[in-house]
């Protein structure tokens, strides 16, 4: 199957540095990737959908000043969380979809901030 | 929008017993049906799809899950549960047309006692 890369995987960083995390879709093209966060032992929220070459499309109560969402190619979406404080803290995932309508996932990044 | 409930939030069974998790969704329009395994530490993994056609999906590692229509009901199913089934399981839907972003219940941790 298809496969989304995301980097780091982890990255601990101190209260108020900004973090960015990379998605890539190695071996296809997306011209949409979607964003979600998992916190402890809950499930996937959607925070942004990201189209190539335009404006993310945030979800109800996701700041985009603080998310900053970039999908400047085919296969690379970047996040970048800004002025990060510990309440960010959480698992980051990222999502490509395919001309069928299917998704794949990357691994996920985890930020912990100090 | 759409929306899922997985019903099971904690299940616990023995090796080799029948597993049954709930999943229902509501939705105006039709859907896509998608269940994800996220084993401990790792990402998530698709296990089966439903687009259209037979209503019983065969996934991987001996997963199916029958689509009823009628009560908007997803269930997943394994005749025979093992240790390495241990993880968390996640229903998730998309609309057929238009956004492709999933919707995913909370998540039904599974754990398989040996």
């Known amino acids: 199957g298809a496969v989304v890369s995301q980097h780091p995987s982890r990255v601990i960083c101190k209260s108020g540095t900004s973090v960015k995390i990379e998605c890539r879709s190695l071996d296809f093209q997306a011209t949409t990737m979607f964003w979600y966060r998992q916190f402890p032992k809950q499930s996937l929220m959607l925070m942004a959908t990201s189209n190539e070459g335009s404006k993310a499309t945030y979800e109800q109560g996701v700041e985009k000043d603080k998310f900053l969402i970039n999908h400047a190619s085919l296969t690379l979406s970047t996040l970048t969380v800004t002025s990060a404080h510990p309440e960010d803290s959480s698992f980051y995932i990222c999502s490509a979809t395919i001309y069928t309508g299917e998704l794949f996932f990357g691994e996920g990044s985890r930020l912990t901030v100090l | 929008a759409q929306s899922v409930s997985q019903h099971n939030h904690h299940v616990i069974l023995s090796e080799a017993a029948s597993l049954e998790l709930g999943c229902n969704y509501s939705y105006g329009g039709t859907v896509n049906l998608f269940w994800y395994v996220q084993y401990p530490g790792q990402h998530l993994q698709l296990l089966l799809k439903?687009?259209?056609?037979?209503?019983l999906v065969k996934g991987i590692k001996g997963f199916e899950a029958e689509f009823i229509k009628s009560k908007f009901s997803f269930n997943l199913r394994k005749p025979s549960v093992q240790w390495s089934d241990t993880a968390e399981y996640f229903c998730a839907v998309n609309a057929e047309t238009g956004r492709r972003a999933l919707t995913f219940g909370s998540g039904t941790r599974l754990q398989v006692q040996p």
């Open positions: 439903y687009f259209s056609g037979d209503p």
